[in-house]
């Protein structure tokens, strides 16, 4: 089992930037999947971005052109760069691993990110 620490968040303008980071305990070159989702007050968690293993990335549409995904695999770290923040995106952002076999997936604690109109 790894341990995940999100970091960066934290309150922001509308119109401006964060960089998020997800620490990983192990090494990161092991996991198939990569990802951040978030969580906004009332909603349910909604995948932000995903890192497939071949280097493959998936954006939510309210994430393109806005936020990218990358990972330092020497680092045991994984980023989110957001830029052209809106108050829409505020919501708790947690960063998600997963290994298809054998079968395991796993959660950060989260880092909230609250933009100001």
Do not use: H
Not at 4 to 26: D, F, I, K
Not at 46 to 59: K, Q, S
Not at 76 to 97: K, R
């Amino acid at each position: 089992q790894v341990q995940l620490v999100e970091s960066g968040g934290g309150l922001v303008q509308a119109g401006g930037s964060l960089t998020l980071s997800c620490a990983v305990s192990g090494s990161i070159s092991s996991f198939d999947v990569m990802a951040w989702y978030r969580q906004a007050p009332g909603k349910q968690r909604e995948l932000v971005a995903r890192l497939i293993r071949g280097g493959t990335t998936n954006y939510a549409d309210s994430a393109k052109g806005r936020f990218t995904i990358s990972r330092d695999n020497a680092n045991n770290t994984m980023y989110l760069q957001m830029n052209s923040l809106e108050p829409e995106d505020t919501a708790v952002y947690y960063c998600y691993v997963n290994v298809m076999r054998p079968p395991y997936s796993d959660w950060g604690q989260g880092t909230q990110v609250t933009v100001s109109s």
